[in-house]
């Protein structure tokens, strides 16, 4: 199988502080990688994809200030939320696909539990 | 209409029943469709894939795909306790993923 981590796996803030979320293929290079939030009993919202040494793609809505997405390297891609407010509490999950494989092969990650005081 | 659409439930079966999941959608360019089984508190899990119409089978689940009908299933034969979780459809062409709402499962034993 093709593993993603992502870490940490929950974390409080207050508000006004930013938050860094990892998310890493363990087992394999991904070509894209990709950050989703969700809210309780809701599904799973993209925000934006990201490829290797290039900028983030974000979908309309996210404001990409505030959700800063940084993919250095074919394993690992780092969310960072800034200036958090109690609004941004979520469950937000990363995916990777695999450069060997065919891009409709997601392989999502544990998600993120942010709470923001 | 939302692009895909999907019945939230909770759908509630007894041990070793079958178990039938359905999505909609409206988008006609989607042609890959996944099922993902997602646990609460965790990321989603792979289950099934199938590019265009057509039946894939892996043990006790079997996903059906009917592009005509804009219509995918997914079957869970002899259904345990430990598939009581949220399965979640999910479809693209040549964008990103889209997903359904999930529909939450719980098999009682």
């Known amino acids: 199988g093709a593993v993603v981590s992502q870490h940490p796996s929950r974390v409080i803030c207050k508000s006004g502080t930013s938050v860094k979320i990892e998310c890493r293929s363990l087992d394999f290079q991904a070509t894209t990688m990709f950050w989703y939030r969700q809210f309780p009993k809701q599904s799973l919202m993209l925000m934006a994809t990201?490829?290797?040494?290039?900028?983030?793609?974000?979908e309309q809505g996210v404001e990409k200030d505030k959700f800063l997405i940084n993919h250095a390297s074919l394993t690992l891609s780092t969310l960072t939320v800034t200036s958090a407010h109690p609004e941004d509490s979520s469950f937000y999950i990363c995916?990777?696909?695999?450069?060997?494989?065919?891009?409709?092969?997601?392989?999502f990650g544990p998600g993120t539990r942010l709470t923001v005081t | 209409q939302k692009e895909v659409e999907q019945d939230p439930g909770p759908l509630s079966v007894p041990e070793g029943a079958i178990v039938s999941l359905n999505c909609t959608y409206s988008?006609?360019?989607?042609?890959?469709f996944m099922w993902y089984r997602q646990y609460s508190r965790k990321g989603p899990e792979l289950l099934m894939y199938t590019y265009s119409s057509g039946n894939k089978e892996d043990g006790r689940f079997t996903a059906q795909v009917d592009k005509s009908s804009k219509y995918i299933s997914l079957f869970i034969r002899d259904s345990q306790p430990s598939d009581s979780a949220t399965y979640l459809c999910?479809?693209?062409?040549?964008?990103?993923?889209?997903f359904g709402k999930g529909t939450r499962l719980s098999v009682i034993a």
């Open positions: 988008n006609s360019a989607f042609q890959y």
């Open positions: 990201s490829n290797e040494g290039s900028k983030a793609t974000y």
């Open positions: 995916s990777a696909t695999r450069n060997d494989r065919a891009g409709y092969e997601q392989y």
């Open positions: 999910a479809m693209k062409g040549n964008t990103p993923l889209v």
